[in-house]
């Protein structure tokens, strides 16, 4: 079974530039999220889809971040425009339908992000 | 407002010894909870998990105990091998917020042959 697949693996842009990442879920995963790792701390939850509706964004800046999961499968997370502090490794995951506990998430290797 | 937290940011140990590690948390609406493993370059990997119900939970090599009372939780891992060098994150998830997933800042466990 092929993992959660996401490109690029590096990007490294100037601030006030514009970048997207893209992300593929396990096929059949009906649920994704993005996060954001940065360096010394644990994944921090973005957004979150059902299909390709959003069941949380509470943490997602919407001034500068969008995301779009158009079809239900893949998505994309874009910063326009990029700060200093958005340098991280954005981390996409995706789990199995339903919302219990123990749907375990299946996490991509992730992107990671450098401002300058 | 850290609501998981791992206080140890490493752990060195012997191989073939027991590796512990430590995770408490303050919400008290968390009810269940999850341990991942990260290498380099790769995404994290779920590892064990426990659900407020239980006390332990054992797979194999590893083992997680919950303290409610306490609000901690602890990731046994017997023996240890050099294979489990990693960083490990403590996660917690609560019904009410759809099981959304709050990560600890991760423990960088170094096992040495």
């Known amino acids: 079974e092929a993992g959660v697949a996401q490109s690029p693996r590096y990007k490294i842009i100037e601030k006030r530039q514009s970048v997207a990442f893209w992300c593929n879920p396990i096929?059949?995963?009906?649920?994704l999220y993005w996060y954001q790792q940065i360096l010394g701390q644990g994944p921090k939850l973005l957004i979150q889809?059902?299909?390709?509706?959003?069941?949380?964004d509470s943490q997602l800046p919407k001034d500068r971040f969008s995301a779009e999961r158009l079809k239900g499968v893949d998505s994309t997370l874009k910063i326009q425009p990029a700060k200093l502090e958005d340098s991280a490794v954005y981390l996409c995951?995706?789990?199995?339908?339903?919302?219990?506990?123990?749907?375990?998430?299946?996490f991509g290797p992730g992107t990671r992000l450098t401002v300058l | 407002d850290q609501q998981v937290k791992q206080n140890s940011p490493s752990l060195s140990v012997q191989e073939g010894r027991i590796s512990i590690l430590n995770c408490d948390y303050t919400?008290?609406?968390?009810?269940?909870f999850l341990w991942y493993k990260k290498y380099p370059a790769e995404g994290p990997t779920f590892l064990i998990s426990?659900?407020?119900?239980?006390d332990k939970n054992e797979d194999g090599r590893f083992t997680v105990f919950l303290n409610k009372s306490a609000k901690h939780l602890s990731l046994h891992i017997v023996p240890s091998q050099p294979g489990d060098s990693a960083v490990y994150f403590c996660?917690?998830?609560?019904?009410?917020?759809?099981?959304?997933?709050?990560f600890g800042k991760g423990t960088l466990l170094t096992v040495n042959p």
């Open positions: 995951a995706s789990s199995a339908p339903g919302t219990k506990p123990n749907n375990e998430q299946f």
């Open positions: 889809f059902q299909n390709n509706g959003v069941v949380d």
């Open positions: 096929s059949g995963h009906a649920t």
């Open positions: 919400n008290s609406m968390f009810d269940y």
């Open positions: 426990i659900s407020s119900i239980k």
């Open positions: 996660a917690a998830s609560a019904q009410g917020s759809n099981y959304k997933l709050t």
